[in-house]
C-alpha cells in the first residue's frame, strides 16, 4: 500500500513540474498569482500522510509527497517547491491543521488563510451529525436483533417450504420471500451510513423505515380488500358449487376465493 503511494507522489510530482511551464506562468500573471490549497490523507493511522499542494485558480498540482511527520519544519519542506516558483501567492486553504498554519505564517506572513469549507461545515455540523449518529444507536439496539432473528426465521421456513411439493407450500415460500425481501430492507436502513456533514444515517434510516412500514401497512390493505372481496363472493360458493353439479361454468371470483388463488 505504501509502495502505491510512493508511486502516486512520483506521478503527482512528474505531471506537476512547472517550472517551465510558460502557458501556466501566463495563467498566474492574469489571475495575479496563485491560490494555494494544502490538504494530507492518512490511509492508516500511524502510518505516512500524503500532502498535495496545488493552485486551486488553475488546478495544478505544485507539490507532493509522502512524509512520516506533520510538524511544521516538514510543512515547509513541503512548500519549498512553492516557494523556489517566485510567484505570488495570493492566499491559502487548508483543513486549519495548527502546523499548517504555523507553516504558511511563516512562509507568506500577509497572505489570507482560509479553513476548507468542507472542514469547516464538518466541524459546524458536528454536534447534528453525533446527534443523528445517537438516533441510529438507538434505533439499531432497538430493532436490530428483532429484524436478525425474523430474517433468520423466514430462511428456515422458505427452505423448508422449498422441499415441499404441495402448490399451497409454494404459494407461501413466495409469500415469505417477499417478507423476507422487507426483512433484509429494514436491516439495510439500520445499516446506513455517511460522512458529515453531508449525509446523516439517522435521519436517512428513520425515511427508509417510514417508507418500508407505508409500503406494508399498503400490502396489508390489499390484503384486507382481498379478503373482503373472497368474503362477499364466498357466498356464491355455494352456487358455484352447484354450477359445477350442474355442469355450468362457475364465475372467475367466486372459483378465485373459493380456491385461494
Known amino acids: 500500500m505504501l509502495y502505491l503511494f510512493d508511486a502516486y507522489c512520483s506521478l503527482l510530482q512528474a505531471a506537476g513540474s512547472v517550472a517551465e511551464d510558460v502557458q501556466w506562468r501566463a495563467q ?14 492518512q490511509p492508516d493511522k500511524g502510518n505516512e500522510t500524503v500532502y498535495v499542494v496545488r493552485d486551486v485558480l ?9 512524509v512520516t511527520s506533520s510538524e511544521t519544519a516538514v510543512i515547509k519542506r513541503l512548500l519549498a517547491p512553492v516557494v523556489a516558483l517566485d510567484v505570488p501567492v495570493i492566499g491559502a486553504i487548508s483543513d486549519a491543521q495548527e502546523s499548517l498554519e504555523q507553516a504558511i505564517a511563516e512562509l507568506w506572513p500577509t497572505i489570507p488563510h482560509q479553513t476548507c469549507q468542507f472542514h469547516y461545515l464538518r466541524e459546524a455540523a458536528r454536534p447534528i451529525h453525533d446527534a ?14 428483532k429484524v436478525r432473528e425474523t430474517r433468520a426465521q423466514l430462511a428456515r421456513h422458505i427452505q423448508a417450504g422449498q422441499e415441499a ?3 399451497k407450500t409454494q404459494q407461501e415460500v413466495e409469500q415469505l420471500c417477499v417478507l423476507a ?28 423505515l417510514t417508507q418500508i412500514e407505508t409500503s406494508l401497512q399498503e400490502l396489508e ?16 360458493s355455494r352456487s358455484w358449487l352447484g354450477d359445477a353439479g350442474s355442469g355450468r361454468t362457475p364465475s372467475p371470483r367466486s372459483k378465485a376465493c373459493a380456491t385461494g388463488s
Open 165 to 167: 411439493t404441495e402448490p
Open 58 to 66: 488553475t488546478g495544478r498540482v505544485l507539490a507532493a509527497e509522502n
Open 132 to 145: 443523528d449518529s445517537s438516533t441510529r444507536t438507538a434505533m439499531r439496539k432497538d430493532i436490530q436483533n
Open 221 to 236: 390493505k390489499r390484503g384486507q380488500q382481498s379478503a373482503a372481496r373472497c368474503a362477499k363472493s364466498w357466498s356464491g
Open 28 to 41: 498566474v500573471d492574469q489571475h495575479g498569482g496563485i491560490l494555494l490549497s494544502i490538504d494530507g490523507i
Open 181 to 208: 425481501d422487507y426483512a433484509l430492507s429494514i436491516q439495510t436502513a439500520l445499516n446506513l451510513d455517511g460522512p458529515a456533514p453531508f449525509e446523516y444515517a439517522g435521519i436517512e434510516g428513520y425515511d427508509a
